[in-house]
């Protein structure tokens, strides 16, 4: 009778009292559990066995009967929607979750075959557009791709918040227009505060952002408007330095359509950290750091020409400022460079018929780093900061009454915006800073729907 093959289990086990291989091991001996005489002569044994059972002196490892799942979770625009939590279920299997990253993409790996269901819970800001499951069946060693899960921007309620599709940049400190119901993000700095020359684009139908041509040179403080289809940014500074000793008097015109910068006519004077206000075609600059607070100018695009107007009478920037009812309303700002302490309440108001500065109502209290906008018939101002921290205040003035109403905090507080828009029943509070200073830009894309009116 043949005598019985020794089994591949005995193989193995005398390979595993060496080092696991066949091979001199590239450790030294000394630290090993077996020496090296002892260890080649087991390895040696080990191969002849298998010789002699008809094998090739190497074990056989069932390969990995596991598959993974891949998955993407979209916008109904076809973007990426980062933080949704996605589900995995069945198949007698513990219950999974995964995240979708930035690109929208979740994956499960390990996943034993067989048919698993798969569900999305929607990301903040987000409501399910479609189906909020889905199947998939899993075979070993192969990937199985899942269909997408389609989420829609959360309609913002009357008097409440919203998020839309965040910026490309984390900047602060910028300028910011709008022309044709798309909003253009004009430099700014990141926390490293190195002045930037990015121009970041949303498209407000689509909830798309895109980057432009990159500003003629580095901006921060600027002023912006948009003005029969064309976007102008005036002034600013070109480092962070906190006394405008940078600040420029140059004007930049783009023209959406033909997507590059000209420069036009410059500013009387270099400033920045003022405002700029569109009324009848023309852009009315006020204030800026000191020592060019009063400063108060207008730029006729039509005509490339600025005019010098009468001061503004209380010095200020970091100010906010609208057109209302054919007059120019200056509101707030502070009143010293850098984080100045000293906050004015002030709402000045410029009649370009007859040239003169009266008062209205002052803010309910004093604030500096704000932004605002008009929105049926009120002026919506929010935001801001002190040196104490973030000011969350949103309050609207009526001109009819002449006086100021608070409503909700805003839930993400912000500063470092000048410029703003009302589009499609929204305020957008696009960017800014979250925390004091110049270094906390951040992605935020913020839109509130007013419900009060002043018309």
């Known amino acids: 009778m043949k005598p019985k093959k020794p089994t591949i289990a005995l193989a193995t086990a005398l390979i595993s009292a060496g080092d696991g291989t066949a091979t001199e091991p590239s450790t030294p001996p000394s630290s090993r559990g077996v020496g090296g005489p002892m260890r080649r002569a087991l390895g040696l044994a080990a191969v002849v066995i298998l010789a002699s059972c008809g094998g090739d002196g190497t074990t056989k490892v069932s390969p990995d009967t596991t598959g993974s799942i891949r998955g993407t979770v979209t916008d ?19 219950a999974r979750t995964a995240n979708s990253g930035a690109n929208g993409v979740y994956t499960f790996a390990k996943v034993p075959p067989g048919t698993y269901a798969l569900a999305v819970t929607s990301a903040a800001g987000f409501v399910i557009d479609a189906a909020g499951t889905a199947s998939v069946t899993v075979a070993g060693g192969a990937e199985a791709n899942a269909s997408a899960f389609v989420l829609s921007r959360a309609p913002v309620a009357p008097g409440g918040w919203g998020l839309r599709a965040g910026l490309l940049v984390a900047n602060s400190e910028f300028a910011l227009a709008e ?7 004009m430099g700014g700095y990141p926390a490293s505060r190195q002045t930037s020359r990015t121009l970041q684009i949303y498209d407000i139908a689509s909830d798309r952002w895109q980057l432009g041509p990159e500003l003629p040179q580095p901006n921060n403080h600027g002023m ?64 800026g750091r000191v020592p060019r607070g009063n400063d108060f100018a207008v730029y ?49 108001v410029f009649d370009p018929r007859t040239r003169v500065w009266t008062t209205a109502a002052p803010m309910l209290r004093g604030r500096s780093g704000m932004n605002g906008v008009m929105a049926r018939g009120c002026f919506h101002v929010w935001g801001g900061e002190a040196p104490t921290g973030m000011t969350p205040d949103h309050d609207y003035y ?39 200073g110049g270094a906390s830009g ?13 018309e």
């Open 224 to 287: 912006a408007a948009g003005v029969n289809g064309k976007v102008y940014l005036i002034g600013g500074q070109t480092t962070d330095d906190q006394e405008g000793a940078t600040a420029v008097d140059r004007v930049y015109e783009l023209d959406p359509a033909k997507g590059a910068w000209v420069e036009k006519a410059r500013m009387p004077t270099a400033r920045s950290g003022g405002v700029a206000v569109v009324h009848d075609g023309k852009i009315y600059v006020a204030g």
């Open 442 to 454: 951040s992605l935020h894309n913020q839109a509130y729907r007013p419900a009060v009116s002043c």
């Open 76 to 94: 109904n625009g076809g973007a990426g929607v980062a933080n949704a939590v996605v589900t995995l279920t069945g198949n007698a299997q513990a």
């Open 179 to 185: 022309s044709n119901g798309k909003i253009y993000v």
């Open 398 to 436: 009526d001109p009819r009454s002449d006086k100021w109403t608070s409503l909700a905090n805003m839930p993400i507080p912000i500063h470092g915006v000048v410029g703003s828009a009302f589009v499609d029943g929204l305020i957008w509070a696009v960017g800014g800073g979250t925390d004091i």
């Open 300 to 348: 006729d695009p039509a005509a490339d020409r600025w005019e010098v107007l009468p001061n503004l009478p209380s010095q200020r920037n970091h100010i906010t400022g609208a057109a209302i009812n054919g007059r120019i309303h200056i509101v707030g700002g502070r009143l010293g460079n850098g984080l100045s302490p000293l906050k004015s309440d002030a709402n000045e």
